[in-house]
């Protein structure tokens, strides 16, 4: 296989990988959770986005943006719902929470959609692009340049907007948060929403690369897990270079080495890693208090 | 404030001889669900001396039970050993492999752990799938029916009689392990790991132990589970095998061993009830999984312990303030 195709590949692949890891990494850094259903919410969004483009004939854009928006008001939904009266449980039993609404979406996503597997085209039948010996999927590169424009935008949210400012407070201290006058509350849904459109328009980006099935977000949710936890877990730019590295390594193991070690080689390299810097790539080192 | 005492005395010993009844009526379908659940038991009362009492946020615990599991079947299918000698042997297997998840657990904290013990176990399976040579891959490995003082066990009501003194044992064993001083060490370290350190606590040692006990109960689980299925594939020892022990645990309740008994019987059989409908069992399952941890956070052990139903466990007081400052 050729260096640059794999390395596109990698990079398309490991874009999906870091909009799921943003979007656990911001959960985390404001419920201190690890939201395991997170792999439904894409799921959930490749469904949305199925329906809008395949079933209702809508234009790519149009289904894109639908599925971003149902998305966020899924997690603001979930948020409510789920979380709100017990944010100050165990953790544990908080990520219980989350792993029941995995199964349970993924019932409620069986009972429409059965159990068959889904094709969905990409968004434009353009030809392979070929550059010298290398091949690129013109989806492959779609999907690295709306991963890339969502997450300038969610640079530039967190950067500039009051909304954006408010939750990089109640993420680094919600007590001081909630004595400036910050509703926590409101922020809470916020991230939610924030996180579950970056799952949902993940899941349209990512249903024409794998396919379209209720069990679809696992693979991902792994992945995404991966990458969040490589760059450190508490690091948005940790989490998005964590993705890249999963996506690239993940393909050179499958090009070089063997396709049937790709799907657990990302694991094998973060064991590595970890052992070598406990806290991630970018993490701080955690400063525990008697 | 205890009421009931009655109730609790003796229980346990009822309980089998109830069991024991029910073996003689139960029809081979019953049967293998009451084995099954017996089987979850030991599951759920190891990973709750992880997760519950020593706090670790490890994700091995499906693997190690598949290890035990294909010790067993390996063994006794391809080598011909005796299934008795392979029951402890696959505990220890796993009891090794898992003391390994003690290492990352020296450094690393919470999600990191979390992440590692998962990959370990993304592994474990993999290796199970590939390595066809010795573990006949996704074609699964037959469990040969062992024999007993030249009485073939074979069939799920002779399963259960080789199943229930198991899990009594092991059941014993943990009760045991909790109420004694390393017991009272894994809660400390949970708490807090200075002040372990500052009681005369051996944290890296603790930590092994605990590491090892849990596996080594997740072992003879997958060794009983491999000779109650008699055949067994690596999809099997998955994600939703974890995902099954991880409710286990917390449904029944964190931080207690009835708990983990109640869970492992309550999942057990709720599947079972829905097993023709994969999209209702999968909405139920998830509902009442969320329906219960939001309703009563402190599992279905912690609601009975509350009516006093259920004695109140030395080393669960103060859950709810622990629960906030546990970082």
Not at chain 2, 141 to 159: E, H, I, Q
Request: hydrophobic share 55%; with cysteine.
């Amino acid at each position: 296989m050729n260096l640059v195709t794999l390395l596109v590949a990698g990079l398309a692949n490991g874009s999906l990988y870091a909009l799921v890891a943003l979007g656990l990494v911001l959960i985390y850094k404001t419920h201190d959770l690890v939201n395991f259903a997170h792999g439904e919410i894409l799921m959930a969004g490749g469904f949305i986005g199925f329906t809008a483009y395949q079933t209702m004939h809508l234009p790519y854009p149009v289904a894109f943006l639908l599925a971003i928006a149902l998305g966020g008001l899924l997690g603001a939904v979930i948020e409510l719902v789920a979380f709100r009266r017990v944010a100050d449980q165990h953790h544990i039993t908080l990520a219980m929470v989350t792993v029941g609404l995995s199964v349970f979406m993924k019932g409620i996503a069986r009972v429409p959609f059965g159990t068959d597997i889904y094709t969905f085209p990409p968004a434009f039948s353009a030809d392979r692009i070929t550059l010298g010996s290398a091949v690129i999927a013109p989806q492959h590169l779609l999907t690295i340049g709306i991963a890339a424009l969502l997450t300038l935008l969610l640079f530039l949210f967190f950067r500039y907007t009051t909304l954006g400012k408010q939750m990089r407070a109640t993420q680094q201290n919600i007590t001081g948060a909630r004595l400036v006058g910050i509703n926590t509350g409101r922020v809470f849904s916020s991230t939610w929403s924030l996180a579950a459109a970056l799952g949902a328009g993940a899941g349209v980006l990512a249903a024409p690369l794998s396919l379209l099935y209720p069990d679809m977000g696992t693979n991902f949710l792994l992945k995404g897990f991966a990458a969040a936890v490589l760059g450190g877990f508490e690091s948005v730019p940790g989490a998005i270079i964590g993705g890249f590295l999963v996506g690239i390594i993940e393909m050179l193991f499958g090009g070089y080495v063997s396709t049937a070690f790709q799907q657990v080689s990302a694991f094998f390299i973060i064991i590595v890693i970890l052992f070598i810097r406990p806290n991630g790539l970018f993490g701080r080192r955690a400063v525990a208090r008697v | 404030m205890e009421r009931l005492p009655w109730l609790r005395r003796g229980f346990a010993p009822v309980l089998c001889v109830l069991l024991v009844l029910l073996a003689q009526v139960a029809d081979s379908y019953t049967q293998y669900i009451v084995n099954l659940a017996l089987i979850y038991v030991v599951i759920g009362v190891g990973l709750n001396f992880l997760l519950g009492y020593a706090g670790q946020f490890a994700f091995a615990h499906a693997a190690l039970m598949g290890i035990g599991a294909y010790t067993t079947a390996l063994l006794t299918s391809r080598l011909y050993w005796s299934f008795w000698l392979c029951l402890p042997l696959s505990g220890v297997v796993a009891a090794a492999l898992g003391a390994l998840g003690a290492l990352p657990a020296m450094r690393m904290k919470r999600v990191y752990l979390a992440l590692v013990t998962l990959a370990f176990a993304q592994l474990v399976v993999w290796v199970l799938v590939n390595w066809n040579v010795v573990t006949l891959g996704t074609d699964g490995v037959d469990v040969p029916a062992p024999m007993l003082f030249g009485w073939r066990v074979k069939g799920d009501t002779s399963v259960f009689y080789v199943v229930l003194p198991c899990t009594a044992l092991m059941y014993w064993l943990a009760k045991r392990i909790l109420e004694s001083r390393i017991g009272r060490a894994f809660v400390t370290i949970r708490e807090n790991e200075i002040v372990a350190r500052c009681n005369g606590i051996n944290v890296a040692r603790t930590k092994t132990v605990v590491f090892a006990l849990s596996a080594f109960y997740a072992g003879i689980g997958g060794s009983l589970y491999a000779l109650t299925l008699g055949f067994i594939v690596p999809d099997a020892f998955g994600l939703s095998q974890l995902v099954l022990h991880f409710s286990i645990v917390v449904l029944g309740g964190l931080l207690s061993l009835s708990g983990a008994a109640i869970g492992a019987v309550v999942l057990t059989a709720l599947p079972e009830l829905l097993r023709d409908l994969q999209a209702l069992q999968e909405i139920i399952y998830g509902l009442v999984l969320m329906v219960v941890i939001l309703v009563m956070p402190q599992g279905i052990a912690g609601l009975l312990k509350r009516w006093g139903v259920l004695p109140r466990e030395v080393l669960a007081r103060n859950w709810r303030a622990l629960a906030r400052e546990t970082p």
